[in-house]
């Protein structure tokens, strides 16, 4: 079955970096694009960025020129370096196939202190 695993989340203030993973197993990972999501408090839940199978990457307005998306294939692993947090960034994120799958991980907070 899908099994996503996240991890790397924590608290950092404003400026820092922080670098996410995502661990995936149960379906064929080098053949499926990927998305980190994240969810603040009272909001629905966003695409923050995604890549396809090939390497593409592409990124939110919002996290443009800050954030970046990568995949190792080999490891079934993505990543999401985060560069110059804002507090806005606070929330929790998840990785999942893009479009999103049914099967949700348990997510990893990042809190981004002002």
């Known amino acids: 079955q899908v099994q996503l695993v996240e991890s790397g989340g924590g608290l950092v203030q404003a400026g820092g970096s922080l670098r996410l993973s995502c661990a995936a197993s149960?379906?064929?990972?080098?053949?499926?694009?990927m998305g980190w999501y994240r969810q603040a408090p009272g909001k629905q839940r966003e695409l923050v960025a995604f890549?396809?199978?090939?390497?593409?990457?592409n990124v939110a307005d919002s996290v443009k020129g800050r954030f970046t998306i990568s995949r190792d294939n080999g490891q079934n692993t993505v990543y999401l370096q985060m560069n110059s947090l804002k507090p806005e960034d606070t929330a929790v994120y998840y990785c999942?196939?893009?479009?999103?799958?049914?099967?949700w991980g348990q997510g990893t907070q990042v809190t981004v202190s002002s």
């Open positions: 999942n196939t893009a479009p999103n799958g049914a099967y």
């Open positions: 890549i396809t199978s090939g390497g593409v990457a």
């Open positions: 149960g379906f064929t990972f080098s053949s499926t694009a």
